[in-house]
């Protein structure tokens, strides 16, 4: 499990923000810890060695040395495997936003959302930081970009739109071509999988419910 996002296994735009005309780039919130710190960080909160975070996740050594010291960018799958051995939820792995004092926890600003940065695919994290079990977000597809050669099953429903460009999504044995406009939802636990299509950059707005424990396999 060597792969790279985009390139290998995965998991959420207009292009621009409703009530501005700045490019996404200009929306991004300034980073300020890498992936691997945070991975490094959860591991060993978690008390757990290389090693074993490996065994529980399925992801070697390696691998896993390469993701913390930001060597490499793990894919979609990848990522996933790490996060669920670590039983820490998608929000923790975005980069902590800039808020306005005056906000609530239940608002997220357009120019405060985090990015979490895989290579040809990008989250957009758009779930204010208050405690929930919905996430949303968008992805950010460029060419190349997919969720990896394996499908993913998580134990959440899934839903969406996409807002520009095209991609291809397989859920199930089924796979449907969508385009801008084009929406979707499916049930927990279904092994499913994206890729870019199309020649512009896709972005699509992606939401995961929460967990359904009585549906894990």
Known sequence: MTETAGKGPVEGAASSDATTSEPYEKLQAP??????????????????????????SGVSVGMLSQVERDVSNPSVRVLSAIRQALDAPLSVLFEPSVTRAEDPDFV???????????????KELLSSKSSHNLQLMILHVDKGGSSGEQPLSYPAEKGGMVLRGEIILQVGSQEAHLYAGDSFVFGPSVPHAFRHAGGEPSEVFWIIGPVSLDKQV
């Open 108 to 122: 997220r600003r357009a120019k405060s959302r985090p990015v979490l940065e895989l290579g040809h695919l990008n």
């Open 31 to 56: 980073r300020h810890s890498p992936l691997g710190s945070v991975i490094r960080r959860l591991r060993k909160e978690k008390g757990l060695s290389l090693k074993q975070l490996s065994e529980s």
